[in-house]
T-cell receptor, first 110, second 114 residues
Framework: GESVGLHLPTLSVQEGDNSIINCAYS??????FIWYKQESGKGPQFIID?????DKRQGQRVTVLLNKTVKHLSLQIAATQPGDSAVYFC?????????FGTGTSLTVIP | DSGVTQTPKHLITATGQRVTLRCSPR?????VYWYQQSLDQGLQFLIQ???????AKGNILERFSAQQFPDLHSELNLSSLELGDSALYFC?????????????FGPGTRLTVL
């Protein structure tokens, strides 16, 4: 099957610092990418998306960067807050399939 | 609260048994997706229904089946259960069938097969 960032790294940041979470995807046919946040005991929650014709998209405190040359996505969270502690997944949608990575666990230290 | 509901919240059963998981999408959403989340496989797309019809199929085993009813709720049937089927099963819904339509996830059903 497809692989989207199969590693589950952990990231610890101080409250107020910026966080960067990385993801590698594998399918060149993917034209749409999404970042999800999953808090303990809950389902994934949409954060931000980006289409393959863009290389950057900004939301509220979050920015997604897409580098199609190296098949890499990143999620930047500005001024990280304790409520940002969660597992973050990237996902790609080639040919109407949906592939998720195993995620990155973000811990915010107060 | 995403507006997507799933029942039951927890389910414990034995190998070889059959279970049914239920999902009610957000009001107005026509697409329902099913996902399996296990520790070793991460979040895996199983199947999508749109307005009662199968729209896309992912890594769904032959022992598993799903359907979407006229009132748009969906059921995922898991049969001949194995230990490895123990996982969280999520349902998500979206307004349309488009792959780029935002999906809203339910709280999940935790299945334990003993």
């Amino acid at each position: 099957g497809e692989s989207v960032g199969l590693h589950l790294p952990t990231l610890s940041v101080q409250e107020g610092d910026n966080s960067i979470i990385n993801c590698a995807y594998s399918n060149s046919a993917s034209d749409y990418f999404i970042w999800y946040k999953q808090e303990s005991g809950k389902g994934p929650q949409f954060i931000i998306d980006i289409r393959s014709n863009m290389d950057k998209r900004q939301g509220q405190r979050v920015t997604v960067l897409l580098n199609k040359t190296v098949k890499h996505l990143s999620l930047q969270i500005a001024a990280t807050q304790p409520g940002d502690s969660a597992v973050y997944f990237c996902a790609e949608t080639p040919l109407h399939q949906f592939y998720f990575g195993t995620g990155t666990s973000l811990t915010v230290i107060p | 609260d995403s507006g997507v509901t799933q029942t039951p919240k927890h389910l414990i059963t034995a190998t070889g048994q059959r279970v049914t998981l239920r999902c009610s999408p957000r009001s107005g959403d026509l697409s329902v997706y099913w996902y399996q989340q296990s520790l070793d496989q991460g979040l895996q797309f199983l199947i999508q229904y749109y307005n009662g019809e199968e729209r896309a199929k992912g890594n769904i085993l032959e022992r598993f089946s799903a359907q979407q009813f006229p009132d748009l709720h969906s059921e995922l049937n898991l049969s001949s259960l194995e230990l490895g089927d123990s996982a969280l099963y999520f349902c998500a819904s979206s307004r349309t069938s488009g792959a780029s339509d935002t999906q809203y996830f339910g709280p999940g059903t935790r299945l334990t097969v003993l």
